[in-house]
């Protein structure tokens, strides 16, 4: 196992130790890992496998998704129709196996952010691993009471009339934020507009910057 | 109904903390077993199986052990339910692995 990948420079590369575990976690996963292979429940190139193709799904691909969106109309049209539908053939990726997936648009008037107040449910098919902050208590808890006051929090401030509506995932159902296509894009390419869009517009806890001139 | 200690909605609650946490290795494997354990072409169990493990934790773990450390413990629940292991197998390699000296 290639544990000497922390020392990359790559800042999402995982690290070894993590602060403040129990050593008895670290024991427990080993011990469950060992059994359940020598039971031949899963193999140990079964979890690397799965752990690459874990690692593929990351927000670049949901970027592409909304980048298309906001280029195509036909294609935004079907995508608000039918999300996995329209992802699967976009990307090329098979989401047989994920939960329902739902896009909602964010518009001048209408402002959506999503959030999983049991657990952590979020559209890893295309945004990867949720962020620590979406799965903590304080963000579950607080953002479907006061959810611009969470969104300050993320620097993000809406103008009074607009309508904010919190979208409270769940096991069967997964939310992606197509945000709006910020002022001084209409020259970019698509592929300039994929690097624009960030993890966190599509959450909706923030919007997606405007370009820098 | 008591409130489960997951169903945190509306609850009062501090500042959201917006520093991004590095995936570690163990993060990895917990999360890959998860997956292939409720995959559903291997059956041992369902995504609802898993929450309700993880929602059952006493509430001083569900709050004081990390997330995948919550997730490792919703695993070993279920392997014994399912009978995929036994407690006899898996305090037997707990031992054999344990370190020899306790804290290293």
Request: proline content about 8%; glycine content about 4%.
């Amino acid at each position: 196992m290639a544990h000497e990948h922390h020392h990359d420079h790559d800042p999402h590369a995982p690290v070894n130790e993590a602060h403040g575990m129990r050593p008895d976690s670290v024991l427990l996963e080993r011990a469950l890992r060992e059994l359940l292979i020598e039971k031949n429940v899963f193999t140990a190139s079964e979890i690397q496998r799965q752990i690459e193709l874990t690692e593929s799904r990351n927000p670049e691909l949901g970027a592409r998704v909304v980048a298309r969106a906001w280029v195509d109309p036909r294609y935004k049209a079907r995508l608000l129709e039918d999300a996995k539908a329209a992802i699967e053939s976009l990307l090329g990726i098979d989401l047989n196996l994920t939960p329902d997936l739902i896009v909602v648009e964010n518009t001048p008037q209408l402002h959506h952010v999503i959030c999983c107040t049991l657990c952590s449910c979020y559209p890893r098919a295309v945004l990867g691993i949720p962020p620590a902050w979406y799965k903590s208590p304080e963000y579950r808890s607080r953002l479907v009471i006061e959810p611009r006051a969470v969104l300050a929090e993320f620097g993000t401030a809406l103008a009074d009339d607009v309508e904010v509506r919190v979208v409270d995932s769940t096991a069967d159902t997964r939310y992606m934020v197509l945000p709006r296509r910020p002022r001084h894009t209409e020259r970019m390419s698509e592929a300039e507009l994929v690097a624009l869009v960030t993890r966190d517009s599509m959450i909706g806890v923030t919007l997606v910057p405007e370009p820098q001139p | 109904m008591p409130r489960g200690v997951h169903d945190l909605g509306g609850l009062p609650a501090g500042p959201v903390d917006l520093s991004e946490h590095d995936r570690t290795f163990f993060d990895q494997r917990v999360d890959a077993m998860m997956r292939l354990l409720t995959h559903p072409q291997n059956g041992h169990y369902t995504v609802d199986a898993m929450r309700r493990a993880i929602e059952s934790l006493p509430r001083d773990d569900y709050f004081g052990l990390g997330y995948y450390e919550r997730w490792v413990r919703a695993i070993r629940q279920l392997a014994l339910e399912k009978g995929l292991i036994s407690e006899d197998e898996l305090e037997r390699k707990l031992a054999a692995i344990q370190p020899s000296e306790p804290n290293k």
